[in-house]
């Protein structure tokens, strides 16, 4: 069964980092895009930040510069977003999401179940 587990949320004050993990488990064969959503109450749930397989990134708008997505190569399961410069503005829901194909399922996408980042003034 396919699990994807998140760690990292929690408060900040404005202008404070916080750094994000999610990690895939399950009969994975390959997983082509691992990534980050939001969702702010009252708001429709965007993209963050997103890294395939090739390691090329893509970013949501509202990131200018202050996010990073990054893998390790030791963990290649694993997903960072390292978040810098935070603001009230990113206080949200942040969901995982991975596009993969496992033993069971051909390529199919999965979430998270979400870690609450708050970012106080």
């Known amino acids: 069964q396919v699990q994807l587990v998140e760690s990292g949320g929690g408060s900040v004050q404005a202008g404070g980092s916080l750094t994000l993990s999610c990690t895939a488990s399950g009969n994975i064969v390959s997983i082509s895009l691992m990534g980050w959503y939001r969702q702010a109450p009252g708001k429709q749930r965007e993209l963050v930040a997103t890294?395939?397989?090739?390691?090329?990134?893509?970013y949501g708008d509202f990131v200018k510069g202050r996010f990073t997505i990054f893998r390790k190569n030791s963990a290649k399961n694993t997903i960072f977003l390292q978040m810098n410069s935070l603001s009230p503005d990113d206080t949200a829901v942040y969901y995982c999401?991975?596009?993969?194909?496992?033993?069971?399922?051909?390529?199919?996408?999965?979430w998270g179940q979400g870690a609450q980042v708050t970012v106080s003034s």
């Open positions: 890294l395939n397989s090739g390691a090329s990134t893509n």
């Open positions: 999401n991975t596009y993969m194909t496992t033993v069971e399922r051909d390529l199919t996408y999965y």
